[in-house]
T-cell receptor, first 114, second 111 residues
Framework: NAGVTQTPKFQVLKTGQSMTLQCAQD?????MYWYRQDPGMGLRLIYYSASEGTTDKGEVPNGYNVSRLNKREFSLRLESAAPSQTSVYFC?????????????FGPGTRLTVT | KQEVTQIPAALSVPEGENLVLNCSFTDSAIYNLQWFRQDPGKGLTSLLL?????REQTSGRLNASLDKSSGRSTLYIAASQPGDSATYLCAVGWNTGKLIFGQGTTLQVKP
């Protein structure tokens, strides 16, 4: 049981390049989330998917797109990377609606845009 | 708009001391509150989850309390150890699972 996995672990992009961050969970969770973490800003929600087939914007969605490929996988795409998107990106999942609703996080992707 | 604040931003204590980390939030209409630990360069590990109907949760040397009416939560760490050194984050949640995070308290426990 791997929990939440993310690929890649590290990435360097040039301004204007595109890339997709991958996330998968094996806990049969309904809900999945993408956050970014910046120094002094804490974690901020980019997009989330409450259930398979649905996605919604979070606090900071501009410059990103997401795809809930199936129940296990939730990807985050940067179409035209900007230096302001340099950050650490975390994917998380939880079993929405259960009394616990505890959220589990992946190890993160460290992205640098030059 | 929900805002979550953690005070202090950093804390340094000698080993063995009991300590309290504080978290406050502006909107009391929360579903739950979760405390996380983050080691440098790593992801987040969930420590304790308190439902909105609960007052506290305990796990080992950790005790988290929740006072919705005043918009406050505390994380109490008993008999601190150097291995407790990390950043501690609190987050308030809705039943959709969305979380709003505080900026964290970085704890250093000196041997």
């Amino acid at each position: 049981n791997a929990g939440v996995t993310q690929t890649p672990k590290f990435q360097v992009l040039k301004t204007g390049q595109s890339m997709t961050l991958q996330c998968a969970q094996d806990m049969n969770h309904n809900s999945m989330y993408w956050y970014r973490q910046d120094p002094g800003m804490g974690l901020r929600l980019i997009y989330y998917s409450a259930s398979e087939g649905t996605t919604d914007k979070g606090e900071v969605p501009n410059g990103y797109n997401v795809s809930r490929l199936n129940k296990r996988e939730f990807s985050l795409r940067l179409e035209s990377a900007a230096p302001s998107q340099t950050s650490v990106y975390f994917c998380a999942s939880c079993s929405q609606g259960t009394p616990g609703a505890e959220q589990y996080f992946g190890p993160g992707t460290r992205l640098t845009v030059t | 708009k929900q805002e979550v604040t953690q005070i202090p931003a950093a804390l340094s204590v000698p080993e063995g001391e009991n300590l309290v980390l504080n978290c406050s939030f502006t909107d009391s209409a929360i579903y739950n509150l979760q405390w996380f630990r983050q080691d440098p360069g790593k992801g987040l590990t969930s420590l304790l989850l308190i439902q909105s109907s609960q007052r506290e949760q305990t796990s080992g040397r950790l005790n988290a309390s929740l006072d919705k009416s005043s918009g406050r939560s505390t994380l109490y760490i008993a008999a601190s150890q150097p291995g407790d050194s990390a950043t501690y984050l609190c987050a308030v949640g809705w039943n959709t699972g969305k979380l709003i995070f505080g900026q964290g308290t970085t704890l250093q426990v000196k041997p």
